[in-house]
């Protein structure tokens, strides 16, 4: 499966702060757990990424 394609798999998502100052998003699915933390400027660069490809898919789905 590549990034473009789509998929029936389900994950439970979650995005918040830690106590020491990262962003953490965390994914869930299928018993598996992944904490990932990221510096602010780096959440933000992928905040804007997101924005991005939502802009593209919407574009798309027009």
């Keep these: 499966m590549g990034i473009d394609k789509q998929s029936d798999s389900e994950a439970n998502l979650q995005i918040g702060p830690t106590?020491?100052?990262m962003v953490r998003l965390?994914?869930?699915s299928g018993g598996v757990e992944i904490p990932m933390d990221f510096t602010p400027e780096e959440a933000e660069e992928i905040a804007g990424e997101i924005t991005a490809a939502a802009q593209t898919a919407r574009?798309?789905?027009?």
């Design 19 to 21: 106590d020491r100052g």
């Design 26 to 28: 965390y994914v869930e």
């Design 59 to 62: 574009k798309r789905s027009s």
